[in-house]
């Protein structure tokens, strides 16, 4: 089946510097993906949709020039957390629907980030 | 807007026994209805989803899941639980009259057999 590659697993680093999370789709486009956050025992929350070559959209509270987006090609999309703080601390999640595809979502494993 | 109840932290079930994690939903459309798998810290690995047709939908690793669109339910169930089976299931619907793609998740129920 598709698979979602997402690096890094896990993170630690200082507040106030940035993280760079990688989704990819290994087999398949993807024209959309979308990231999610995950708090402990919590449901995913849906940050952003992110779309090959044009601007992500953003959902409501999640600010934009702190989760950066970048959706640059039909398998790669990336999540920076800029100035990252402590209570920016979550499990993200990113996912991608095949490009025409049937409507199902694959998902990466996830990224834990710890920041200091 | 659209959203999904879970309505069960967790759900105990000795091995061998049936289950069933129950999941409710609210959209103004067409419902498009998926069931996922977590285990710990992984990603979500797809079991099913309903988007037309038959109302009893099967699965992966022998799940399924019954469609009632009257009590607005998409149930999830296993006729016998295995220990594996424990993990974290998540339901999760989208409005498919509309091109959001995005799909909206319920809190999770935490499924936990005993051997």
């Known amino acids: 089946g598709a698979v979602v590659s997402q690096h890094p697993s896990r993170v630690i680093c200082k507040s106030g510097t940035s993280v760079k999370i990688e989704c990819r789709s290994l087999d398949f486009q993807a024209t959309t993906m979308f990231w999610y956050r995950q708090f402990p025992k919590k449901s995913l929350m849906l940050m952003a949709t992110?779309?090959?070559?044009?601007?992500?959209?953003?959902e409501q509270g999640v600010e934009k020039d702190k989760f950066l987006i970048n959706h640059a090609s039909l398998t790669l999309s990336t999540l920076t957390v800029t100035s990252a703080h402590p209570e920016d601390s979550s499990f993200y999640i990113c996912s991608a629907r095949e490009t025409g595809g049937a409507e199902k979502l694959f998902f990466g494993s996830g990224t834990q980030l710890s920041v200091l | 807007a659209q959203s999904v109840a879970q309505p069960e932290d967790q759900v105990n079930v000795a091995e061998g026994n049936p289950l069933t994690v129950k999941c409710t939903y609210s959209?103004?459309?067409?419902?498009?209805l998926f069931w996922y798998v977590q285990y710990p810290n992984r990603g979500l690995q797809f079991l099913l989803k309903y988007i037309t047709g038959d109302n009893l939908v099967k699965g992966s690793y022998g799940f399924e899941a019954e469609f009632n669109k009257s009590q607005t339910s998409f149930h999830l169930k296993k006729p016998s639980a295995l220990v594996s089976d424990s993990a974290l299931y998540f339901c999760a619907v989208r409005d498919g009259s509309t091109g959001r793609r995005a799909l909206t998740f319920g809190s999770g129920t935490r499924l936990q057999v005993q051997p």
């Open positions: 992110s779309n090959e070559g044009s601007k992500a959209t953003y």
């Open positions: 959209v103004s459309g067409n419902p498009y």
